[in-house]
């Protein structure tokens, strides 16, 4: 393709080759991505982003999860700018970390203190290390196949990581109350916690929503070992709940960990926790030179009263529902059958009988091509910025995606049949 | 103190104490300051830096390493406003990721390539850990009180720290040929890195630059076991040496690991590498949300180049200079004894004979009142924005900080004699 040839983004590919190991790293790799996906963006407004070529997109990615309120939402960049004019990174925090911590005890029913970070991985190491100070314990329930961070206790890539790194790490698998407890079992003595993500949202696999069972039962093997309940809400924190994403089973964390979407973008995370913890999170050291930064706390503060004013989740929900919806009718129109699973606003879309992503990828460089940002392997996010005329323009370029799809399965079939 | 605790900052700190474990946390939990020191900040502009209560202080902690150009340094601030009016945070990152990384491997004669994060931590985490990908060992040698990040592998607390989270830290002594030998020694076969500061320079204790022999031992083992050579610039990076602070040595690390004053304040991290890990590196996972964001790297960008036009470490070392010196004179005239270690632009002063730094407290509370942000405990900062104005007025304060020392060893005094 000339056109990708000369593009700036094929450029710059090539200047980023020289002075980045493998030209990128991590989840934003476009090398893990389809034919006609670019490496690299220029800017981004409400639900559209437009790549270095001034290509547009109507974003379904959403920045992997930060944009919520949609790019460059009006009041939430009203608030940093305020605050950037005055200060960011001082002394010590700005009077937006107490209006922050004040808001999320409002808003979360399980907490009543808060403590912030800058990574998703920052929040669930210190969530994981309070459970530790908490208990003088040791061990920790992860469910096998969930992302918690890429720092070597639960990093998805063993590269690195040493034996001991994970010595304490017990695992389970999401929703199997029997499995739990075994784990619970073998770390008798000597539990700290209990890690279980929003939902099961792991990484090319059918997404699941947690059981009332399983949620009950991962509370009550925390509570029969006076060991904390960790909820990771990195991901999913507020797309799902307001009050966090276990309120819908009626379940409290004792701790949960925040980032991504808390300040539409800009860099922060949190843990919030109970009592029971409280003590514990003030003895302990934990600090970093950006953690009391206030530009991305004031930006927070106007998220989350955006997002609670507008009902924000409603919204998403709806757009989510037509997304999924029109993606059923179309596969079944196309005779291709697919499973779409999770909360319709983070939408997983996993073609069936596609064991080397091949209908997958086929179907989202087709749509790429038409201008919408879609990822065959890793769930999606709907923000309040989309509209029903994005979900339309979506399908329209859905339709496309079947097409070709059923176009590579012709194709394959006749080179197979020659 | 009435105007204590009818201020903002006291009404904050109760606030606070409601829904932030302990009130504060961390390196900028005010607790750990004398009488007088304010907990939150409102602004920054330059050398110059307000609390909540509208008191002026000149800034010699820059928020603890970050401020190098000084608070709101304008081709800094319009570089970010310019990459934030497009987009920051993104489906991945923009040109000037591709811009920063091109100019650090043209800084750096160590580095061919870089890979950036969001914390101190995050950098220091990911040398480790390539240190491991890139030899398929483990043993990493760490200098005993040498402060890497607030992580449990280098935490300088043990609290929820268990003991295989350091199963393959070896301690040796800075600057101690003969202990870092017998670390290599007890590593052998197995060792993946050494890790060095750029210079000793631990809480509470005297500084101490790196001797030209040890730099060179260093390097030497290193080389002997085909293992990783980390520099930690991540509190001295950019404020003694743009080529990285071991140029001054003549010994060039196969890493190093970058953040703080990287972008004058805007939350960025950076590990820089030689082509001996560039490929390890390509292979590791180690991702972060905010990774990319694009605002933190034009900012950095901007401040690298201001650095090197500007000749800025020069003026810091000027000023830092002209400090000590008057800091000096005045202990003799009070004959008060101080010793000022390390690097003059990170000026470190300690009283003799002060175990229970009293002497200090006493100096830094006096200072404070008047307007002189100092640290009696921690490594302080100069930035390229202090003028000499600044130094005289610091150098005044400080002649009533002396007299507020003989006062309280006189009246401490006074009372053991009664």
Redesign the interface.
């Given at each position: 393709m000339d056109k990708q040839v000369n593009s700036?983004d094929s450029e710059?590919r090539n200047?980023?080759k020289?002075?980045?190991?493998?030209g990128?790293?991590?989840?934003?790799n476009?090398a893990a991505l389809p034919e006609g996906y670019?490496?690299?963006?220029?800017?981004?407004s409400g639900s559209r982003?437009w790549d270095?070529d001034g290509n547009e997109f109507v974003?379904f990615?959403c920045?992997?999860?930060?944009?919520i309120l949609g790019?460059?939402h009006p009041e939430v960049d009203e608030a940093a700018q305020k605050q950037l004019a005055?200060?960011?990174?001082?002394?010590?925090?700005?009077?937006s970390?107490?209006e922050l911590?004040?808001l999320?005890?409002e808003m979360l029913p399980h907490a009543?203190?808060?403590?912030f970070q800058?990574?998703?991985?920052?929040a669930m190491?210190t969530a994981a290390?309070?459970?530790?100070?908490g208990t003088g314990r040791?061990k920790i329930l992860v469910a096998s196949g969930a992302y918690h961070g890429?720092?070597?206790?639960c990093?998805?890539?063993l590269?690195?990581?040493?034996a001991?790194?994970r010595?304490?790490i017990v695992q389970y698998e999401y929703n199997d109350v029997e499995s739990l407890n075994r784990a619970a079992d073998q770390a008798r003595g000597d539990l700290a916690g209990i890690i279980a993500s929003a939902f099961k949202h792991d990484y090319g696999r059918d997404q699941c929503l947690p059981t009332r069972e399983f949620a009950k039962a991962a509370r009550a093997a925390a509570d029969a070992a006076d060991a904390a309940l960790i909820v990771d809400d990195v991901r999913a924190g507020f797309r799902l709940n307001l009050g966090g994403s276990w309120e819908a089973v009626g379940v409290r964390p004792d701790l949960s960990a925040w980032?991504?979407s808390i300040a539409n973008?800009?860099?922060l995370a949190a843990v919030t926790?109970n009592e029971r913890f409280?003590?514990?999170?003030?003895?302990?050291?934990?600090?970093?030179?950006?953690?009391?930064?206030a530009v991305?706390m004031a930006a927070a503060v106007a998220t989350l009263t955006a997002l609670r004013r507008d009902n924000a989740i409603e919204h998403m929900e709806r757009l989510g529902g037509m997304l999924r919806d029109g993606l059923g009718s179309l596969s079944k129109t196309h005779g291709l059958p697919i499973r779409q699973t999770g909360p319709v606003q983070m939408p997983m879309v996993l073609f069936e009988d596609d064991p080397d992503n091949r209908k997958g990828f086929a179907f989202c460089s087709a749509t790429v091509k038409r201008g919408i940002?879609f990822h065959p392997l890793h769930n999606m996010f709907l923000s309040a910025a989309h509209t029903t005329n994005d979900i339309e323009r979506a399908l329209d370029a859905a339709e496309h995606g079947f097409r070709a799809v059923r176009d590579s399965l012709t194709n394959s079939a006749g080179v197979s049949r020659n």
């Open positions: 700036l710059l200047r980023a020289k002075v980045v190991p493998g990128m790293w991590g989840h934003m476009a670019p490496q690299f963006f220029a800017r981004g982003l270095v974003d990615m920045s992997w999860g930060p944009i790019h460059h005055r200060g960011d990174c001082l002394n010590g925090p700005s009077e970390m107490v911590a004040e999320l005890v009543t203190w808060a403590q800058k990574n998703g991985s920052d190491t290390t309070i459970s530790r100070a040791r890429a720092v070597p206790w990093s998805p890539s590269l690195g990581v040493t001991e790194d010595a304490h980032s991504k973008g800009f860099a926790g409280r003590d514990a999170t003030s003895k302990l050291f934990t600090t970093g030179s950006f953690w009391c930064s991305s940002y």
